[in-house]
């Protein structure tokens, strides 16, 4: 018996989730409000596709500290700094 983590299970996560690949990177959305907030999570797939780069998963899970949820998506990594950029500047917040 062990205790699990908070790491492991995000680890879990990414693994079930199509893991890390070459080329792929994860961001991290902080208090994303998804259920105020009707579309949010299309509305942040479409900031990130208008930079040509694919949205190629997405899950949220409950915040744990703070309201709304932490938002993972998982997308190809060849613009990152564009990316987040783009989501910074409407409105969202990342986490390192």
């Known amino acids: 018996m062990g205790i699990v983590t908070e790491t492991e299970i995000f680890r879990a996560m990414m693994h079930l989730f199509g893991g890390k690949e070459d080329g792929d990177g994860f961001l991290v ?3 994303v409000r998804l259920r105020e907030r009707i579309g949010a999570m299309s509305r942040i ?3 990130i596709e208008e930079l040509n780069v694919p949205v190629l998963a997405m899950f949220s899970l409950p915040h744990r500290r703070a309201e709304g949820n932490r938002l ?3 997308v190809q990594a ?3 700094d564009e990316v ?3 989501l910074t500047e ?3 917040k990342l986490e390192d």
């Open 29 to 31: 959305l902080a208090n």
């Open 45 to 47: 797939a479409s900031i």
């Open 72 to 74: 993972y998506v998982r």
């Open 78 to 80: 060849q613009k990152m």
């Open 84 to 86: 987040k950029k783009a």
């Open 90 to 92: 409407a409105g969202y």
